[in-house]
Nanobody, 127 residues
Framework: EVQLQAFGGGLVQTGGSLRLSCAAS????????IGWFRQAPGKEREWVAC????????LYADSVKGRFTISSDYGANTVYLQLNSLKPEDTAVYYC????????????????????WGQGTQVTVSS
């Protein structure tokens, strides 16, 4: 059974940090691109970052570039998203997802590229 479990969210003040984790099981980890998305209340789901676990190639949305870092632990089948310098506008439910590799990097900006989704973890940044 394919599972993606996202956890690590919480309540932090502006400027604070969090580390989100996405634990994957039930599929061959390095066959997939792992992405993070977020959805704020009343807004559409937004792509945040993605990474190829096999070679570490990462891509970031402009809104988080320089503040968030995505990384993967191949041995643990886990992808991390380090959130630094958090802002109130980063408040959202964060989801991780897995999409079969084999396409160009920017293909994975679209949520339609992903086959499996985790349950989401809430990040709240207070002002």
């Amino acid at each position: 059974e394919v599972q993606l479990q996202a956890f690590g969210g919480g309540l932090v003040q502006t400027g604070g940090s969090l580390r989100l984790s996405c634990a994957a099981s039930g599929f061959t980890f390095d066959d997939y691109i792992i992405g993070w998305f977020r959805q704020a209340p009343g807004k559409e789901r937004e792509w945040v970052a993605c990474i190829s676990s096999s070679d570490g190639e990462a891509l970031y949305a402009d809104s988080v570039k320089g503040r968030f870092t995505i990384s993967s632990d191949y041995g643990a089948n886990t992808v991390y998203l380090q959130l630094n310098s958090l802002k109130p506008e980063d408040t959202a439910v964060y989801y991780c997802a897995a999409g079969l590799r084999g396409f160009g990097s920017y293909y994975y900006i679209d949520s339609g590229a992903y086959d499996y989704w985790g349950q989401g973890t809430q990040v709240t940044v207070s002002s």
